[in-house]
């Protein structure tokens, strides 16, 4: 999840006014939050009763230039 969390913001900062950008992330939340997931639904893949927990983080950084995360740390290449 964290890697679909910050190619978003990076297309968000690139293309602001990409039509559906402010829903584009809804999936993530449903799948960070699977085992309490906001459309409620129960997420049991191997239909044996045991829902999924959490698949990852999904949060967006501070601003585009600092690049901030509270649970994701991004490592920068030199190159």
């Known amino acids: ?9 990076f297309i968000a900062s690139e293309f602001p006014d990409a039509p559906d950008l402010n829903y ?3 999936y ?3 799948a ?4 309490n997931a906001p459309s409620q639904t129960q997420y049991d893949p191997e239909g044996d009763g045991t829902t999924l927990k959490s698949l990852g983080v999904a949060e967006h950084w501070n601003n ?6 509270t649970k994701i740390e991004l490592i920068y290449k030199k190159k």
């Open 24 to 26: 584009a992330d809804a």
């Open 1 to 9: 999840m964290a890697i679909d969390a910050v190619g978003l913001d």
């Open 32 to 35: 960070a939050m699977a085992d």
């Open 64 to 69: 585009a230039v600092e690049k901030k995360y």
């Open 28 to 30: 993530m939340v449903e």
